[in-house]
DNA sequence: CCCCTGTTCGCATTGAATGAGAATTACGAC
DNA sequence: GTCGTAATTCTCATTCAATGCGAACAGGGG
């Protein structure tokens, strides 16, 4: 039994099956799975159908394994995202309504920017940002917001693990933590170019009762920012709107 | 050791932790966790913590356990409900910014009806759908859509496990299959107050290339129904549209 | 004070989970 | 058709990780 080396417990493979998909890969043999997620073949097998007995995996027509409807179902009934993106919602569309360009909620989660929800008009510019998705801190609008209102612990050790950071923000060598600072004194942030060359990303804080960042929402523009200026007021009214919206709130992590 | 009666692999209580959750109850301590799950305490303890430390569930300061951001993460990042949500959300905002209610996105799962997707005006009627939340089949228009354009043998399991149905569909006793062939014939499903007494309930199928129903559209009105029939085109254009969006999807089980 | 509920810990027990590998099937390529 | 490769299914002896009882501990009302 269980006679092999790896401190697995079932859970852990567990994981590791369900965190081999994602939004590039969301069905595949059980065999690649089984190397991705690096858990043994027969096991894998054994595995895949338990869960698919419960949902949580379906086996697709061609055999492909995907996740289950009743995973979703689960993991959308409650959670913090749900209950974030709940109050936001209306919040959100507001914006939308006015900006008529991606509108979109995030938090701060393992030193990146996880994406909860995303609205999108028609005729949006590009955008790679997808729900549940994640996206570099420094290089995005909303994670600079969100760092500059996290709270300190939480930007020192994003700084001693992420020291790339300082040198990709801005062409000129400069101060982070100064940056940060002047992120909170305007009270929001905007990016041109980082993440695709034609866009401006401009984000604002969702403040929490401490001042902490509890979410961020932030707007993709396209480079021609004319009265970018005006948009700040909407996003910030958008923002304090979802802070009294949501009463208290677990936080996301660090 | 497993010295104990229950046919229960630990991915078995596994789920049934996870379904303790739910709408009404996001939040709850351990014992009472053990309780609604049928699980020995001393288990759910161990369960429960290394649940945790792969934020599957997440504990709060009070001690509360909730379900946790990762699970979320994963369920999203990519799911037959998340493919049908992207498909169908450019389509339902052009439908809500013409109805200006509820409007909303729902699949057929276990003889139920499974809400993917929802948006709501500020001034919408009250509504007790939630995401991924469900409602029961034949007492709302989306279930009643989706029903008619089920399989057969889909229809026909429904009314053996459901004779209810067949008293509650308006006061007259009647052919509740007849009933379902009403529906296709017009292509949409309208019920007043079924759900709350002074809302209605109107919805179109989203079609796959066979003519089954892969979703239903519906939105939730006031009562007082004056340009209802102004309204079924929006629906039917909307949905047509989520239709060709949608290449072809794993279908939702029944 | 007692009682009730939630939580943690120790521990002996064993059956359920494990994974190597053989056998079988599916699928292309040619 | 004939290979060849990858995917899948099965078998099976081994054993240790998961189990759950019960006892102990911690609060907190009343």
């Keep these: ?67 289950g409807l009743r995973l979703w179902e689960l993991a959308n009934r409650s959670s913090p995202a749900v209950d974030l993106r709940q109050a936001a919602m209306p919040f959100m569309e507001d914006i939308q309504s006015v900006v008529r360009q991606h509108t979109q909620l995030a938090v701060l989660k393992d030193d990146e920017v996880l994406i909860i929800e995303r609205l999108s008009s028609r005729g949006s510019v590009v955008n790679q940002a997808k729900i549940a998705g994640r996206m570099p801190v420094h290089r995005t609008a909303m994670g600079m917001v969100l760092l500059a209102y996290a709270p300190n612990h939480v930007q020192e050790s994003y700084l001693a693990r992420h020291p790339e950071a300082v040198a990709v923000v801005d062409a000129v060598s400069f101060d982070f933590r100064r940056h940060l600072a002047d992120i909170r004194k305007r009270g929001y942030a905007a990016f041109d170019g980082r993440v695709d060359t034609d866009t401006t990303g401009l984000a604002v804080p969702v403040l929490g009762k401490h001042g902490q960042a509890i979410a961020a929402i932030g707007v993709v523009l396209p480079l021609g920012l004319e009265n970018l200026s005006a948009i700040v007021p909407v996003l910030m009214a958008g923002a304090r709107g979802i802070a009294r919206a949501v009463g208290e709130l677990p936080a996301s992590s660090s």
Excluded: C
């Design 1 to 67: 039994m269980a006679n092999s080396r790896s401190g697995d417990s079932m859970l852990e493979r567990f994981v590791r099956i369900l965190s081999a998909f994602d939004a590039t890969r969301s069905s595949m043999s059980v065999a690649t799975l089984a190397r991705r997620a690096e858990v043994p073949l027969a096991t894998t097998y054994r595995l895949v159908d338990e869960m698919a007995r419960h949902e949580l995996l379906s086996r697709e027509p061609s055999g492909e394994v995907r996740l």
